[in-house]
Structure formats: C-alpha cells, structure tokens
C-alpha cells in the first residue's frame, strides 16, 4: 500500500498522500450555511491527502437539494471559515466543490419561487426530496445569454469568497448531471446559439468557467469533476470520447491544478483522459465487482496501473475519519450507515469512531 502514501504535488501543494476525499452532500447545512459540527466533520478527516466538499452552490439558484450550503456572501464564507481554520490547524487541506445544480432543483428551494435555470428547457425526468414528499423536478427555463454570463460571474465570485474563507482551493462540479455537465452533454443541451450543437460549443460554458475562475485566483487553486458515461440526473452523452477528448485538450493550456474523473465504468475514456490531459489526475474508480464501496485494494490497483496519479474514495472517508491510518495497518473498516448518509445531527456524521492505537 505504500504507493498510496507516496507525496504528490498538487498546484503549489505538495500532498502528504494520494488519498483524497470525495466531495459528498450531507445535507446538513441550515439556512444555506455551515456550522461548527460541519467544521467538526471535515477537521476529523484531515489526514486525507486532500479534502474536497460536499457541492456548494454559487448562487441562489444553483440549489438543487435542501439544507446544502451556499458561497455566494460574505457571511457564508465566515462560516466556512471555521471549518477551513479547523481543517488546517488539525493538518489538512481542503478545496470546496462549487456545484450549480441546474435543472436539478425545484421552485421551493428559491425565495422567489423561480424555475431552475438550464441550457434547454428539458426537465431531468427526477424527482426531488421536500420535508412534504418527493416532487418531479419541473420543466427548466431555458438560459439566455445575459444568465450564461451571470453565471460565469457568479462562479467567479464563489470562486472569490471562497479564497476569503480559507481554502485551498476550488473544484468545479462539472459531473453527475448539473449545470456545466447539462451544456456539455447533447442530451440535456438542444440549444441552436454558440452554446450549443457542436462539441465545441457545448464545452464552451465549461471553458468560460474554468477560465474566469482560473484567471481570478489562479489556475493551481482550480480543479474541475467530470462523470464521462454518466446517466445521473437524466443526462445522456452520444459520443463521451469525443466530447472529453474535446474538453480535456480546451482546457489543458489553463494548467488548472487537477481533473478529477468520477468512473462511471467506462475505463476506456478515462484512458483517454489520462493521455491527453498534461497535469494531475484523481480518479474516483467504478467498482468493478459486488464491493459495497472502493476498496484500498481498488485504489492501489488504480496508482499501480498508472490510472492517476491519486484516488478519491467516498464512503470510506465518511464512515472512517482515520482512513488514512487504518489502511496503513489494515483495518478493520467502519461500514457507512446510509440511513444517516443525508440530514440530521451528529449521528452519522461525526460520530463514527477512529482505531485506539
């Protein structure tokens, strides 16, 4: 296991390990904002090579689930703040994922009673979870030029608050069906302007993005998540090797501190990635078997096939605060209990128990 532990230098951070752990929604955050047991959380887990947030949303509208937390004022970015200064002084580091849901959202989630925004008007098919059951998510409106731009923007500005409250760095959540995913993907974007039809156009937002972020706080504090195959959230993709081969090689001259594969079992476009993309890759692999969760064999078969160059794993990380320490030796392994995966209090969520040694 020991090239698990190997350093890895990671924009102007040199990582003490290749353990990275993945972004996961807690739903634990009142009012849009974090708190101390969110602080808590994260500081347990600050033996991770790197942390990476559960999604943040860059603005009001880019909410798609309840009681996630937001980077888009001042007084948010004070509250994470807490959580950062937890995370360093306990040895971490620690990015925040900024995730612009889209279309996955509901009018209940905005005080003004709003739509979701989207590249088209094409509703994911989903549902959404409400404190009064579950609800389809609506038909979205169509973005128009001006909202594409104010998005940029608003990404820039998260981007921005987000260096203010401490951290390390940002990720772009361009996976798992939301926002930058629904341009780049022809299922969800229909659009006929320079957003849409081509594969060039539908990178373009994506493109936007990273760069205006990269260009306000430097392109080594900014990753980008991708999901090649994906069918999260409705989404469809004709031909994923052309549109990331497409992407990655857009991107690739904005030496961005990392791309960060989410495997949806098509191994060969994550080849592909790992060919054409020139910096640091983390893959969170698809397990190929029955296995309840990747295992730290998966991650070590991943660094030794030369895949990427570390591995995020999800809920191990969140059942084990000590992963790090209890690979070393072996385990044993708290299994997650996914009755408390989303909402709330402490059980669940700090209270899982680290190894007596």
């Not at 320079?194 to 972020?213: H, I, K, L, P, T």
């Given at each position: 296991m020991e090239e698990l532990f190997a350093?890895?230098?990671?924009?102007?951070?040199?990582?003490?390990?290749?353990?990275?752990?993945?972004?996961?929604?807690?739903?634990?955050?009142v009012d849009r904002s974090v708190n101390a047991l969110t602080a808590d959380y994260y500081a347990q887990r600050a033996g991770a090579g790197l942390i990476i947030t559960e999604?943040?949303?860059?603005?009001?509208?880019?909410?798609?689930?309840?009681?996630?937390?937001?980077?888009?004022?001042?007084?948010?970015?004070?509250?994470?703040r807490r959580v950062t200064?937890?995370?360093?002084?306990?040895?971490?580091?620690?990015?925040?994922?900024?995730?612009?849901?889209?279309?996955?959202?509901?009018?209940s989630l905005y005080p003004d009673g709003a739509l979701p925004v989207a590249p088209s008007p094409i509703a994911t098919g989903g549902q959404m979870?409400?404190?009064?059951?579950?609800?389809?998510?609506?038909?979205?409106?169509?973005?128009?030029?001006?909202?594409?731009?104010?998005?940029?923007?608003?990404?820039?500005?998260?981007?921005?608050?987000?260096?203010?409250?401490?951290f390390d760095g940002v990720e772009l959540h361009g996976a798992n069906g939301y926002l930058i995913h629904q341009f780049l993907a022809d299922g969800s974007n229909q659009r006929t302007d320079?957003?849409?039809?081509?594969?060039?156009?539908?990178?373009?937002?994506?493109?936007?993005?990273?760069?205006?972020?990269s260009d306000a706080i430097g392109p080594e504090r900014v990753g980008i998540r991708i999901s090649p195959g994906s069918t999260s959230e409705g989404i469809s993709e004709s031909d994923p090797a052309e549109l990331y081969r497409t992407l990655i090689r857009t991107l690739a001259p904005y030496n961005l501190a990392y791309v960060h594969i989410m495997e949806f079992g098509h191994r060969a476009v994550t080849e592909l990635v790992r060919a054409e993309w020139p910096g640091t890759l983390i893959l969170n692999p698809h397990k190929t078997?029955?296995?309840?969760?990747?295992?730290?064999?998966?991650?070590?078969?991943?660094?030794q096939d030369d895949l990427a160059d570390a591995v995020s794993l999800g809920s191990l990380w969140l059942a084990n605060p000590d992963l790090q320490r209890r690979i070393r030796v072996g385990g044993p392994f708290n299994s997650p209990d996914a009755a408390t995966f989303y909402g709330g209090d402490h059980r669940g969520y700090t209270d899982y128990p680290m190894l007596d040694v």
């Open positions: 350093p890895l230098r990671v924009g102007k951070m040199t990582l003490p390990n290749r353990l990275v752990m993945a972004p996961m929604t807690r739903s634990r955050s999604g943040t949303q860059p603005s009001v509208i880019g909410q798609g689930y309840i009681d996630t937390p937001g980077l888009h004022s001042a007084e948010q970015a004070e509250d994470w200064d937890a995370v360093h002084a306990a040895g971490g580091r620690i990015f925040v994922q900024l995730m612009h849901s889209g279309r996955v959202g509901h009018s979870y409400t404190p009064d059951g579950m609800v389809d998510h609506p038909v979205p409106r169509e973005m128009t030029l001006e909202d594409i731009a104010q998005t940029v923007e608003d990404f820039v500005s998260a981007a921005k608050h987000a260096v203010d409250a401490g320079v957003y849409g039809g081509s594969v060039e156009n539908r990178v373009r937002f994506a493109d936007e993005v990273a760069r205006a972020v078997g029955t296995e309840a969760y990747v295992s730290p064999e998966i991650a070590l078969e991943v660094l």
